[in-house]
């Protein structure tokens, strides 16, 4: 059986004062039916590592680098993360993707250094609405995973999250059964790719527009096997609503 998880994406928001929201979901949730995860921007991974620890609530970074060390000004690598206490790490969100340029390959060479450093890898993947318009949300969705997830990945260091990019903080969900239909196909690829036990093992998580009210209604969906939270995680009420759902679905 796989163990539900709840992630939640600060984006580029919080601050030291935000750590309190961080604090009252842990205390709120010392033993949950599920895993629980917060990935803060990168100023705050240390203080929340500090402030969760002992804590059900594991910490992790939005982006590394591929490179362990370097010039490579403003940016953080995988050994700096787990350092600073970060245990997983966001790779190739739709986000970095865009904004940075990143292609399918850049995204594997991140999570491969993500990986030989230890930490737990959630990497992105998620069509656009034209690719969507155009049929080719499979294609899509089957390049990226193809690209980006690296050979020797395993249950316990790789999830995936499907993040349709025009449901990304724009309150649009696709319907259950377009999820449940990109679940079923990243599935099938991944057991296909890294055989059954392996592929049935990594978990695969919905991601856009995630909120208390539908988070019941997307947890039933097969293969759903929990979230990555964006907006909605900043608040610990609205998180733990989200959570409250996916436990009952665990
Ligand atoms: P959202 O973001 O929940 O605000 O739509 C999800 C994400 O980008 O991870």
Redesign the pocket.
């Known amino acids: 059986m796989r163990r539900k998880l709840a992630a939640g994406?600060w984006?580029m928001n919080g601050t030291g004062a935000s750590l309190a929201e961080a604090e009252a979901l842990a205390k709120a949730k010392p033993e949950p039916g599920c895993d629980l995860l917060l990935c803060p921007p990168a100023t705050l991974v240390h203080r929340m590592a500090q402030a969760l620890d002992g804590s059900a609530v594991a910490v992790g970074g939005q982006d590394c680098h591929a490179k362990a060390s370097g010039a490579h000004t403003g940016d953080t690598s995988a050994e700096m993360l787990r350092d600073a206490g970060a245990s997983h790490v966001i790779l190739g969100?739709?986000?970095r993707r865009a904004d940075h340029g990143e292609s399918d390959s850049d995204v594997r060479a991140k999570t491969e250094a993500a990986l030989s450093e230890g930490l737990i890898a959630v990497v992105?993947l998620g069509e656009t609405l034209d690719e969507r318009e155009a049929g080719k949300t499979l294609e899509v969705i089957g390049t990226q995973l193809e690209g980006s997830v690296p050979d020797g990945v395993s249950g316990a260091t790789l999830v995936i999250?499907y993040?349709p990019v025009w449901?990304?903080?724009?309150g649009k969900v696709p319907t259950l059964e377009q999820i449940g239909e990109v679940h079923d196909f990243i599935r099938a690829r991944l057991e296909a790719r890294f055989g059954a036990e392996t592929g049935s093992a990594v978990r695969i998580l919905y991601?856009?527009?995630?909120k208390p009210g539908n988070a019941a209604e997307i947890f039933g969906v097969s293969n759903v096997d929990g979230a990555?939270?964006?907006?909605?995680?900043l608040k610990a009420g609205d998180f733990i609503g989200i959570i409250d759902a996916l436990e009952a679905a665990a």
């Open positions: 994406n984006k969100h739709s986000e992105c999250a993040e449901a990304i903080g724009t991601g856009g527009s995630v990555l939270v964006g907006g909605a995680s």
